[in-house]
């Protein structure tokens, strides 16, 4: 039989030597196939005697089976190499460092809009939030501002659908504030008490048609208010040194009240200040608009501006910060570029 043990040997190697699944399918079918040497052989066994036919039947047999033997073992040696292959590409190195995410921070006007909310904070004053889509009433009309304002005209303001605007400033806060204080305390007041002083500030998003250096079309604004029986520009004075001190952490600092103009405000004043040291020395700066709140403004509060007077500021939150951290271009705070917001972590 050394013929099938022949045939046995180089089927065995044929399947060491399959370096694939596919390829090892291909060296079967060279042997066990419809045309494989076993089945040939098999085929070729018609013509003998029975007893012929047993003894060669049962010796082919046993060839076939060894083959299909090493077929399952090679089977077997294919599958755990390609398993080892693919569990080596997969390895995970636990000792390796994980990849950092990094880590995010609050932008400058928001560490800005923070610091100034809590300064007003720790002098009493209430903070408040309002929409960015105003009306007209709001935006103009309950501050005085005359039919034929410059200031709402389509090259001024960003006018939206249905009549509504982008508020320019965050002095709708003052009516939308105060309104609902007074009917707050309407009750009281008729019963003879006086109204608990309006004390706020409302810090927020602005919009403006506008673009260069040092305007940007959405700036940011905190509005101030204080309403009472006895408040005076005396006190605006007082209020707004005390917050730029605190503020800017000096008191090596000038204000200056510069006469101005504002139709919710009389009389009305820019707010300057000039560092005394340091690189911005010597140059004075606009930080705020200020006033005495308008009586007719007062009356849309639903008040007797006979009995009830304050003033009110808007300061631009983006020119304080710009003022704090040394920013020349008002720009950099809306580019959005990480090499310029890391350095406020
Ligand atoms: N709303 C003004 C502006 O956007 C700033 C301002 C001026 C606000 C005087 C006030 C004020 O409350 O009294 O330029």
Redesign the pocket.
Known sequence: MTELNAIVESAKAAFGQAATPADLENAKAQFLGKTGRITELMKGMAALSVDEKKSRGAAINLSKQSIEAALTERRAALAQAELDLQLKAEALDVTLPGRKRGTGSLHPVSLSMERIEQIFGSMGFDVADGPEIENDWYNFGALNFPEDHPARAMHDTFYVEGGKLLR????PM?NRYAVQHVKKHKAAMSAGETMPEIRVIAPGR?YRVDSDATHSPMFH?V???WIGQNVSFKDLKVVFTDFCHTFFETKDLELRFRPSY?P??EP?AEIDIQFQAGPLAGRWLEV????Q?HPRVVENFGLDPEQYIG????VGADRLTMLRYGVNDLRLFFDGDVRFLSQFQ
Not at 168 to 171: A, G, I
Not at 288 to 291: E, H, K
Not at 311 to 314: E, I, Q, S, V
């Open positions: 320019t400033h965050t002095s003052q602005t604004q509005e101030g208010l504002f919710f405000t009305s705020a608009g200020s006033g709140v003033f009110a500021f808007g």
